[in-house]
């Protein structure tokens, strides 16, 4: 069974601080994503890596950097927290290749800035 | 420009009432679709895909490719079905990454 985790459910942070989310798969994964799902825009891919080191941008990646430095896990980085990156953060992996390869999904970290 | 639209934000019928979320997508190719499920409390997760062209939990959705439409039907609701449904799209690629429509919340009321 896949199993992707992330390191916190419910996070509050301040404006202007450094904010972490980190994310695992334990199924060898080579597609890892990060999303935001907020009410009435759906999910919104942030950045998404196909490969250690590797890293693309998604759609809405401003205000965010990542970090894949080992293949099981991908970091979401906060560099100054704005009130509007609260929101609920969803991480994503899959295997690379083939036609219909599902995304497994962990089960988010609802990240509010005040 | 890939895109994929949910019109409805909420969907509410009644149980034993027939079921249909809508979908379309724009897309030049030849996408894959997906239906993604997210039931409360739950992570989000695949419900199906158009290429395996399966029957799950009583849906099913058929591509038409005319219409650029995927939509998710049911005839009978069930009140579990009740959920957030994401309809998605997948183009010619090998990273994985696919395009997530609004989502459509689907009530069933008893």
């Known amino acids: 069974d896949v199993k992707v985790t992330q390191s916190s459910r419910y996070l509050v942070k301040r404006t202007g601080e450094k904010v972490f989310l980190e994310c695992v798969q334990d199924m060898d994964h080579e597609n890892m994503f990060w999303y935001r799902q907020d009410p009435g825009l759906g999910l919104r891919l942030i950045y998404f890596s196909y490969d250690v080191k590797m890293k693309e941008k998604g759609d809405i990646p401003e205000g965010y950097s990542v970090s894949r430095e080992k293949k099981e896990r991908f970091s979401l980085i906060l560099e100054s927290a704005s009130t509007n990156q609260t929101s609920m953060y969803l991480c994503?992996?899959?295997?690379?290749?083939?036609?219909?390869?599902?995304?497994?999904f962990g089960p988010g970290t609802r990240l509010t800035v005040l | 420009a890939q895109r994929v639209t949910q019109p409805e934000k909420l969907l509410s019928v009644f149980k034993g009432a027939p079921v249909e979320l809508k979908c379309n997508y724009s897309y030049s190719g030849s996408p894959e679709l997906f239906w993604y499920v997210q039931y409360s409390r739950q992570r989000l997760q695949l419900l199906l895909r158009?290429?395996s062209r399966e029957s799950i939990k009583g849906f099913t959705a058929d591509l038409n490719k005319g219409e650029t439409s995927f939509h998710l039907k049911k005839p009978f609701a069930q009140e579990e079905d009740s959920a957030m449904y994401y309809c998605a799209l997948r183009g010619v690629s090998n990273t994985g990454k696919l395009i997530f429509g609004q989502g459509t919340t689907l009530q069933v009321k008893p």
């Open positions: 158009h290429i």
């Open positions: 994503a992996s899959s295997v690379s290749g083939g036609a219909g390869d599902t995304q497994y």
